[in-house]
C-alpha cells in the first residue's frame, strides 16, 4: 500500500515482540523487534509541516490505552492502534477507543484550566476565534477543543 493510504497514526504495544511498520527509506513495509510498553507514533506526524495537535492527541491516546487497557491486551499478541480514515476501520472495540480518546483530551486539556480559559478568553471572541484561541494556548487540534467545550457545555 503506498504511504499517503496509511491510516495508522500510532500503535501501543503491550507485548514483547515483533511490529510492522512503514519505512519510508526502504520504502515500504519491514517488521522491527519492539518490548512490550512501546509507543509507535507515524513519523509523518513529526515533520514540520504537520499538525501538532493531531502528533500531541495521538501521543495522549496512546499513552491512554497502556494506562487503562494495559492488563486486558497484556498477553494476548495484540496491539491498540490509532487509526484514521475512512477505507480501514481496526477498532477491536470502540468502547476501548472511545475511553483513550477521552482520557487523551483529559491529559491535554485538564477542564479546570480549559474553563478558566474559556471565561477569560470568551468576552469579544466569536465561537470560531475562540474555539482557535483556546486550542492554540492548550496545543491542541480545533476540532479537539471545540468537542471538549461541547462535552462539558461550554459552547
Given at each position: 500500500?503506498?504511504?499517503?493510504?496509511?491510516?495508522?497514526?500510532?500503535?501501543?504495544?503491550?507485548?514483547?515482540?515483533?511490529?510492522?511498520?512503514?519505512?519510508?527509506?526502504?520504502?515500504?513495509?519491514?517488521?522491527?523487534?519492539?518490548?512490550?510498553?512501546?509507543?509507535?507514533?507515524?513519523?509523518?506526524l513529526?515533520?514540520?509541516?504537520?499538525?501538532?495537535?493531531?502528533?500531541?492527541?495521538?501521543?495522549?491516546h496512546?499513552?491512554?490505552?497502556?494506562?487503562?487497557?494495559?492488563?486486558?491486551?497484556?498477553?494476548?499478541?495484540?496491539?491498540a492502534?490509532?487509526m484514521?480514515?475512512?477505507?480501514i476501520?481496526?477498532?477491536q472495540?470502540?468502547?476501548l477507543?472511545?475511553?483513550?480518546?477521552?482520557?487523551?483530551?483529559?491529559?491535554?486539556?485538564?477542564?479546570?484550566?480549559?474553563?478558566r480559559?474559556?471565561?477569560?478568553?470568551?468576552?469579544?471572541?466569536?465561537?470560531?476565534?475562540?474555539?482557535?484561541?483556546m486550542?492554540?494556548?492548550?496545543?491542541?487540534?480545533?476540532?479537539?477543543?471545540?468537542?471538549?467545550?461541547?462535552?462539558?457545555?461550554?459552547l
Amino acid at each position: 500500500m503506498p504511504a499517503e493510504n496509511r491510516v495508522c497514526l500510532g500503535e501501543t504495544i503491550f507485548d514483547d515482540g515483533g511490529a510492522i511498520i512503514y519505512d519510508y527509506d526502504i520504502p515500504g513495509y519491514t517488521v522491527i523487534a519492539v518490548k512490550g510498553g512501546t509507543i509507535l507514533i507515524d513519523s509523518s506526524l513529526c515533520r514540520e509541516d504537520s499538525s501538532t495537535g493531531r502528533l500531541r492527541f495521538t501521543c495522549a491516546h496512546e499513552l491512554a490505552h497502556w494506562l487503562l487497557h494495559k492488563r486486558l491486551y497484556s498477553g494476548t499478541g495484540e496491539s491498540a492502534a490509532m487509526m484514521t480514515g475512512t477505507n480501514i476501520v481496526r477498532t477491536q472495540n470502540s468502547a476501548l477507543e472511545m475511553q483513550a480518546n477521552l482520557l487523551g483530551s483529559i491529559l491535554l486539556m485538564p477542564l479546570p484550566q480549559v474553563k478558566r480559559c474559556f471565561y477569560q478568553l470568551q468576552s469579544g471572541r466569536d465561537r470560531q476565534q475562540l474555539v482557535a484561541d483556546m486550542a492554540g494556548i492548550f496545543q491542541v487540534s480545533k476540532q479537539a477543543m471545540r468537542i471538549r467545550l461541547e462535552n462539558h457545555h461550554l459552547l
